[in-house]
């Protein structure tokens, strides 16, 4: 018997990697897409295995720190995140910069997580078939794209995968009152911390299994304190190696004032938003504008708080058929929490779909829970039919990650609003030398910069000034690419790029190659990570003999990009002239 269990499960959980393998086999030609080109071809620390410590040590975007005060690199210091550097790491050794490995990589790991979930299912005493269910949907849940598909999301996954660990040795432990399973559940958790903030809700999460657990397995209050006792060890140990590597207080984002109504409405738009998503996950892209204030999304406030007080007076209605689904809705909001702190959300993005990954496993754990109340027919017909509705549109929203130009114009479709993305499509044409539509699209993008439903960043302004200039130049108009750049540093002194390009132009048409390398050693001390203004040093150097230093610039360019093709070119003159 026992063995015939264990090749149900086994046949099961190859049936689920099959399942995840076949949903995302269209998204492993992807090319690097936004962050991946910081995080990984221009990210210098993870070109070796000796760097592993160093993750320990540092934080996630510590590649880009300055050569600028600490107070400067604070901005960079946001995010601790070890594990996700060592997946990078481990990557680069397999692959260079390859991004098949990269995407290859997400995908096991989304196959892992999913795996876990049916695990966690079978410890919550869920028949095998609708564990693997449950399984099938947190597997193909379109809203994992965003987690999955695009390189920077390994973090969510990371994170999934230990806390999905923590539960179900929490609950191993529950039914067994092994202490081992108690360390092992708190050795995951710290895991899941060392992955991604958002896992500090566990222990919030364990709480509530021990509130709204059967009588006889409800500890009483000092049990339950020796049990939380390891998670509050690990929390501790994750404390201290974050303020030791990023220090206490990380930067936060800058929110505009608003009123208590609009903040309280706002939330739950937010939580509204959220929970439609993991049931209702159409459609999807990856800038979700939200009005701040509540004049300017009545409508949509109300439709939400509505649905929310039927849902909540549904569940008070049947609370005694289905005692399960408040404790699981209430795990989701618990695990939702993080996304509430408004201030401490990178570039005031309040609504992300990756941000689901975590709490959409109490959604299918709770749609796991009411399908086993259901004939076994009815549950296989209804999981079934949801699961491939949920693979055809995750297959489809993979190939909007592809390339970055799918990926902006398909939020653009929705959000036409979103001033950054019609920036991100202007840079793509830039890059492609196409000036006449990079023109378009940042004069898009200013126009949408004086929308006062949404918080417009100052950032977002210096971006489109520096590629107005950038396209001035190239258009050969120095004087209006000079104001421009000029106009781009006024707003965001601390933006190498916009140094980069005026030196770039005062090296082009004007040979004043002194003033042009004050700005570039600007840029230079701003940023790490900036080819260009190492690229434009050397050509400016190489303009006046000085080619040994030229080519140090040269080779400092070609360690950040290696595909920086000007820089190669560069090199190569520089060496032929020193050789003669």
């Known amino acids: 018997m026992q063995r015939s269990k264990a090749t149900v499960h086994f046949c099961f959980g190859v049936l689920l990697v099959l399942l995840c393998f076949g949903v995302y086999a269209n998204v492993l030609n992807g090319a690097f897409i936004w962050d991946d080109q910081l995080q990984v071809v221009r990210n210098g620390n993870i070109r070796t295995l000796d760097n592993i410590p160093r993750a320990f040590t540092t934080s996630l975007w510590s590649f880009m720190y300055s050569n600028g005060s600490a107070e400067e690199n604070r901005v960079f210091d946001q995010y601790y995140r070890p594990l996700q550097t060592i997946i990078y790491i481990l990557a680069y050794r397999l692959g260079g910069l390859s991004p098949l490995v990269y995407h290859l990589i997400n995908v096991i790991l989304h196959c892992a997580a999913t795996l876990l979930v049916y695990l966690l299912c079978l410890e919550l005493r869920l028949p095998s078939t609708i564990a693997f269910m449950a399984g099938a949907l947190f597997g193909t849940h379109p809203v994992h794209t965003e987690a999955v598909s695009w390189i920077a999301g390994v973090g969510d996954l990371l994170c999934g995968i230990f806390y999905f660990a923590a539960l179900a040795a929490f609950l191993r432990y529950r039914s067994s009152q092994k202490p081992v399973w108690l360390w092992m559940s708190s050795l995951s958790f710290l895991g899941a911390l060392l992955s991604k903030e958002m896992a500090a809700t566990l222990p919030g999460v364990i709480v509530l299994l021990m509130l709204m657990a059967p009588k006889r397995q409800r500890p009483d209050l000092k049990r339950a304190i020796s049990i939380l006792a390891p998670y509050l060890l690990a929390m501790a140990a994750y404390g201290a190696l974050r303020i030791a ?336």
């Not at 408040?326 to 509430?340: D, E, T, Y």
């Not at 491939?388 to 036409?416: G, M, Y």
């Not at 898009?444 to 200039?469: V, W």
């Not at 700005?519 to 790490?528: G, M, N, Y």
Request: charged fraction near 20%.
């Open 245 to 580: 590597a990023a220090g206490l207080n990380p930067s936060a984002t800058i929110v505009p004032a608003a009123s208590p109504l609009d903040w309280i409405t706002f939330g739950l738009w937010i939580v509204g938003h959220y929970l439609r998503y993991s049931v209702a996950p159409y459609p999807l892209y990856i800038y979700h504008l939200v009005p701040l204030h509540f004049h300017d999304r009545v409508l949509s406030t109300v439709l939400y708080g509505t649905c929310i007080s039927a849902v909540a007076v549904l569940l008070w209605t049947l609370r005694h058929r289905f005692r399960e689904a408040p404790l699981w809705l209430a795990i989701f909001g618990v695990m939702l929490a993080p996304v509430l702190y408004f201030k401490g959300i990178s570039g005031g993005v309040f609504f992300a779909e990756r941000y689901l990954y975590l709490p959409s496993m109490a959604i299918v754990v709770l749609a796991g829970i009411l399908l086993a109340r259901w004939s076994r027919t009815r549950a296989i017909v209804v999981a079934c039919s949801i699961t491939f509705v949920f693979s055809l549109l995750t297959i489809q929203r993979n190939r909007d990650w592809h390339d970055e130009e799918a990926l902006f114009q398909r939020t653009l479709q929705f959000q036409p609003e979103a001033v950054n993305i019609w920036t991100s499509v202007a840079e793509i044409y830039l890059r492609r030398e196409d000036n006449t539509r990079a023109l378009e699209y940042f004069q898009n993008a200013l126009k949408r910069t004086s929308d006062t439903r949404f918080l417009q960043s100052s950032y977002e302004s210096y971006r489109i000034y520096l590629g107005l200039g950038t396209v001035a130049a190239r258009q050969a108009k120095p004087a209006e690419a000079v104001e421009y750049l000029q106009k781009a540093m006024e707003i965001y002194p601390q933006g190498d790029g916009a140094y980069t390009q005026l030196g770039g132009v005062l090296i082009t048409w004007g040979q004043r190659y002194g003033d042009a390398m004050v700005l570039l050693e600007k840029a230079i001390q701003l940023s790490a990570v900036n080819e260009f203004a190492r690229d434009y040093m050397g050509v400016a150097l190489v303009n006046q003999g000085k080619y040994e230093q030229a080519i140090k610039y040269f080779r400092e360019a070609l360690e950040i990009n290696p595909d920086l093709e000007s820089a190669k070119q560069h090199l190569q003159v520089a060496l032929q002239a020193k050789n003669h």
